[in-house]
């Protein structure tokens, strides 16, 4: 029985670990050829090594997959350009870019130093945009050429992007740029057959908080544990095959057995004078729209 994407070309960035790893060996064992993407840094983005990625690449070779290591960074515009290049020549096709990689620097605003706020924003929302830049261009010269597309980018948001959590003021704007480069993205690739999503999953990794929620639950030895990071990858490699071609930019949740859909920003309730305000008036009206609407959004 043929896998949802068999023939598939897919490249996964972080692809070594975790959620990540997860992801590369579902899309294998459903037919795609892998380009399992990492720097093999360490959480807070320090240091480098190879040995993972090749790792998960022997695992998928050894199960009878193709899959190909690569080492560039991600957040480097043109190493971005390299890596969609390096699944095209290796495997003469791309047709699904997940973005998954990314690091930690917790940090309370008011400690922030300048780097640990410039490292986590380049490596998340710079690194999904360079490597879907790269792979929208590529799609976009097929299209001009007459070739059909039907490809897939798939971004990793996070809770922390799109309900807040303190201490990630830098991870969680960084999350919450990319669903709205999710959804921009989704609007503007339409025309080439590139659909893009995006989820905010739940799992315990490396980068999960110690202490956290997730890491001090405690699972008996034989029931579901719902945060293994493999449980995130379903839904990535549906996202990633042809049956997702009529949704785009969507947010997804996922953790465990759950999935749910992300509701962005809405209109609430609102008012309107009709002509300019006058700011002593301001605060009543405010008021009254507050004392009407739901507030921020909590898990």
């Not at 990314?102 to 986590?120: P, Y």
């Not at 025309?191 to 999953?201: D, E, H, K, L, S």
Request: charged content about 20%; aromatic content about 6%.
């Amino acid at each position: 029985m043929k896998g949802i994407c068999e023939d598939r070309v897919v490249i996964v960035t972080g692809g070594a670990r975790g959620i990540g790893r997860g992801h590369a060996l579902e899309f294998a064992r459903q037919g795609a050829r892998v380009v399992v993407n990492d720097w093999g840094a360490e959480v807070d983005g320090s240091g480098a090594a190879s040995g993972p990625a090749h790792e998960v690449v022997e695992e998928i070779r050894s199960a009878g997959g193709e899959a190909l290591a690569n080492g560039e960074d991600v957040a480097d515009w043109q190493g971005a350009g390299r890596l969609v290049q390096a699944a095209i020549d290796a495997f003469g096709q791309l047709d699904v870019v997940v973005n998954n990689a990314g690091i930690l620097r917790d940090r309370m605003l008011i400690n922030m130093q300048e780097d640990e706020w410039d490292a986590v924003v380049r490596v998340h929302l710079k690194g999904t945009a360079a490597v879907s830049h790269w792979a929208a261009v590529h799609w976009r010269e097929r299209s001009k050429a007459g070739q059909a597309n039907d490809a897939r980018i798939i971004n990793t948001s996070s809770g922390s992007g799109l309900f807040g959590n303190v201490g990630q003021s830098n991870y969680g704007a960084a999350k919450a740029g990319i669903a709205a480069f999710t959804i921009i993205a989704a609007q503007e690739l339409e025309r080439y057959g590139v659909t893009v999503n995006a989820i905010a999953p739940a799992a315990r990794t490396r980068m999960s908080p110690q202490g956290g929620r997730i890491r001090s639950v405690e699972i008996p030895e034989g029931q579901f544990d719902p945060y293994v990071p493999e449980n995130v990858a379903p839904l990535v490699v549906w996202l990633g095959s042809s049956e997702s071609r009529e949704v785009s930019g969507r947010v997804f949740g996922v953790a465990g057995g759950e999935i749910h859909v992300a509701e962005g920003w809405q209109v609430g309730p609102r008012v309107d004078k009709g002509e300019r305000w006058s700011p002593d008036e301001v605060g009543a009206a405010v008021a009254d729209l507050l004392s009407r609407s739901r507030g921020n959004t909590r898990l």
